[in-house]
C-alpha cells in the first residue's frame, strides 16, 4: 500500500515538473497568442537547434512559429529595411550582440521583462536586450586522427610554432565579422604588445582562410586541414556523427553573447511574447545544452568534455566604422 | 439617317486621317500593339528595381531613411588602386572559365547532335544535369576531388603512382576556371545544341559535293552557321563567371586569389552593417561593363541574314558518319561527362550517405546510412521547399519564355525603330551582381502599392526578371537561322502575325525554346541568392532551405536534397525534350 502511494506522489510530482515551465507562462497570454495563430521569428540561431525550441514550444501551447534563418548581418539587414519601410513582419528578432545593439539604437525592440529573466543572472542580463540566453565559444579545434593529443598546441601562442605551418585553417578576418572581432579582442587575452605578435607571426603561418567559422570546423573533420580556430561547440556537433575531432584547453577563451528581443512594431506581439517566455525558461535551457549550447544558466553545460571549465571573455563590440579599419589592417598582415 | 449611319458616315474621313498619322499607322499593326505591351512589362520589371540600385548608390542612407546626394559611394568604390589588378583577375577568370565552358560544350554537342556516336542520346540528357546541381555543391565536389591534402583523385595518384604528392592543386587559378568553366558548360551546351539541331544540312552537304572533307564542312560551313550561338553562350558565360561568388568563395579564397566579387563581398556586402550604396555603386561599374558586352553581342549578330539557315523544306540535321573513330568521340564525351555529372555526383552520393563527410576507408562502409534521405522525406519543410519550387520553376519558366519569344521576335524580325531598347532592357538586371539585384528588388517591392512583398510572387516576379536574358539568349540565336520566307508565305496565305507566330514560328522556334525552358527550370529549382532576400517563412523554396542546411553544416541533407532535386530536374528535362521539335519527328 504504502509502496503504491509512493509511486502515486511520484507521478504527480513528475507531471507538476514538467508542467511547471507552462505555469510559469501566463496562460492568458498564451491564449492571446494562439488567436494571433504565430511567431515569426528571423534569426541566426542553427536551424535544427530552432526548430527542437520551436517545435517544443508549439506542442505545449499550439502557437505556431515561422522562422526565418539567415547570417546575422543579413538578419539585421532584412529587418532594418523592413524596419525603415514600415512593414516589419518578425515578431523576434535572435542574433548576437553586436547586430542586437544596432538595432535596438534603431528602435527596433519593444521592452519586454519576460518572467523567467529572473532567472539569469544579473551580470547576465543586458539593460537593453535582457537576458544573454547563450555564449558561442570560439577557440582551437582539431582532429584526432591527424594529431594525436600529445602533439597537438598547448595554447594560443602554439599555433604559431613551425610544426603547424601549413596546418591551420580560420576564417579570413577581413571577410567574416565574428572573426574580426575575435583578432581584434585578442589583448584582452595576451595584451596589446603581445597580441600585436601573434597576429602577426598567425598570418606569417600562411593559415588557409575560408569563409566562416563552419567551414573551418568542416575541413578539420574531413581531416583536409587538421588544426582551426573555430566554436569549440562543433567538437560536440560533429562529434555526434563521428567525426574525431578535440579541442584545446586553452586558459581562457574569447566569446560573444546571443540575445532574443521582440519587435516594437510586433505584428504577432501576444505569440511572440509567449515565444520569449518558454525560449528562456529552464526547461529550454536544459535544452539547448544538450545540443551542445553553452547557455546561461549556472550547473547546466553542454556534453562537450571539460565543459564546465571553460572560461570565456566576451569580445569587443565594434562598430561599422572600426569593423572598416580593422578589415584594412588585417588586410595587410594576412594577405599580403 | 440614323445616329448610326451618321457616325459611320463620318468614320472613313477620321479613319484616313488616324492612319495618315505616323502614330495611327503605327497603331494599326497588331505587332505594335504586341511591342507596346512586352516592352511595357519589360521596361517596369527591369527598370523599376534599377532605378532603387541607382538611387541607392547615390545616396549616403539605406533606403527608407532620408538621405543625401553624394557620389562617394563611387569615390570610395573606383578610388581605390586596389580594386584594379583585381579586375585583370576577373577578366582572366571569366574569359577562361567561359572560354573552356564553350570548349566542353561544344565538342559535346558536336558528338551527341552531329555525329553517330554510341550512347549520344544518353549523353545529351545527362549533359544537363550539372546546371541542376546547386553551384556551391558542385565546387565543395571538386575541392574533396582535388584538394593537395587529401583530395581523392590526388590520393588515388599518390597511392598508385607512388607520387611523394597529388600532382593537382584546386587552389590555384586554373583550378578555380577548371570547376567554374564546369558549372557553366551546361548553359553553353543547351545553347550549342539547340543551333545544331536547327541547322538546314543542305549547306553542309553542298559543300560536301563541291569536295569538302567532313574537317572542311565543319570549318568552313557548320562553325559559322552557329556562330551566334556560341557568341550567345560565351557572352552569357562571361558575365556568370564574372558575378560569380561562390566558387571564388570557395576555391580562390583559401588559394589567396581576389577576385572582384570577394573585394565587393568584403568592402560592401559582407561589411558589417551590410553598406548597400557601396554594393550598389559596384553593380552600376558592373552593369556598364556588361552593357559593352550586349553592345558587341549585337554587332556580332547584326548580320542576321548570313545565319539562315532554317527553310520551309523539312530536314533533320546531318549526322556525320565517323567510322570507326565514333567510339574516339564517345569515349571524349564520356570522359567529359564523368567530369560534369558523374564524378561531382558520386561525391555528392557519398556525402549524402555517410554520417558526416571524410576520405572513405574500409571501416567507412559500416556506417554507410539512409538518414539523410529520411530527413528528405519524413520532414514538411522539406517538403514545402519542393512544392514551392516546383510552382516557381513552372510558372516561371514558362512565363520567361513567353515573354522571351514575343522580345525576341521583336528585337530580331520587326523594324520597329525602338527595338534594341528592349534587349538593352532585358539586360539591365541580369548585369548587377546577383547579391545587389536582389536587394534593389527588396527595396523596390517592399513598399509596393499591390501587396506581394513576402509572398511567393516576388520571387516569381524576381526570376523573370533576373534571367529573362537566360530565355532571351536561347531563342534568338534559335530564331535568326528561321529563314523569313516561312512567315512571308504564311502571311501571303492571309494570315494575321499571332496566327503566323503561333501556327510558324513558335514550331520552327522550339528547340530554342525548349532549351531556355529547360535552362530557366533548373536554375529555378536551386536558385537563392535573390531569393534569399525575398522569401518569406511561408513562401520558402529549395535554394535557400540548401543555403540554410550549409550554413549549419549539415552538407549530407544538403548532399541527399541535392539528388533528388537532381532526379526531378531530370524528369522535367526528359518531358521537355520530347516536345523539342526534332525529338518527336
Redesign the interface.
Known sequence: MLKQFSFFLALCAAIILSAAPLYSQSASLIAAGKKEGKA?VYGSL???TADAAFGTFKKKTGIDV??????A??V???A????????P?FDIILTND??MQ?MFKEGLFAKYGSPATKEFTPESIDPNLGPRYRNVVIGVVYNKDIIKPADAPKSLEDLVKPQYRGKL?MP?P????TT?QWVASLDKLMGKEKSEKFIRDLAAQKP????SL??A??RV?????PIAITYVK?VY??GQ???PLDYVRLGKFMGDGHYLSLNSKSPHANAGKALIDYFLSAENMAALAKLGEFVNRKGIYPPLPDADKIQFVEMYD?D?KK??EK?KEY?QIF?H | MSADERALAVEPSWTTAWSRSWLGAFLTQPVSWVFLFVGGIIAFLSLYPTFFLFYGSLTDA????PGHFTLQNYVRAYGDAEAYPLLLNSFIFGLGASGLSILFALALAWITIRTNAPFRRLFELTAIIPNILPPILVSISW??LL?P??GLINGLFVKFLGLEKGPFNIYSMPGLIFVESLILTPLAFLIVAAALKSMDPSLEESAKTLGSNEFGVMRRVTFPLIRPAILAAGTLNFVRAVESFDTP??IA??A?I?VFT?KI??EAL?????N?NLAAAYGVGILGVALIFVYLYRRFTSQVENYSTVTGKGFRPHQIDLGPWRYAASGLALLLLILLVVLPILVLLLVALL?????PTWQTWQ?LTLDHFRYVWATPRVHKAFANSLFLALVGATACMVLASLASYITVRTKIAARGVIEGLVFIPWAFPGTAMALGL??AY??FPIPI??TIWIILIAYVTRFLPYGLRAVTSTIIQVHKELEEASIVCGAGFLATFRRVLIPMMRPGVMAGWIILVTIFMREFSAT??L????SEPLGPLLY??Y??????RVAAIGLVISVISVILIAIAQRYSRWETK
Open positions: 515569426v542553427e536551424s535544427d515561422e522562422y526565418w534563418r539567415a547570417s548581418t543579413k539585421m539587414d532584412r532594418l529595411s523592413e524596419y525603415r519601410a514600415g512593414k513582419l553586436n547586430p544596432i585553417v579570413d577581413t571577410q567574416h565579422t574580426t588557409i582562410l575560408v569563409e563552419l567551414p570546423a568542416e573533420a574531413t581531416g583536409e586541414t562543433y556537433t560533429f556523427r563521428g567525426a565594434l561599422s569593423f572598416a578589415k588586410q594577405l | 539605406p533606403l527608407g531613411v575541392v574533396m584538394n591534402s587529401n568563395a570557395i579564397l583559401p589567396r581576389e570577394t563581398w568584403r559582407g561589411s558589417f552593417p551590410t548597400h554520417p558526416y563527410y571524410h576520405v556506417h527588396l527595396w517592399v513598399d512583398y513576402a534569399l532576400f522569401y518569406s517563412p511561408g540554410f542546411l550554413l549549419d553544416g549539415m552538407r549530407g
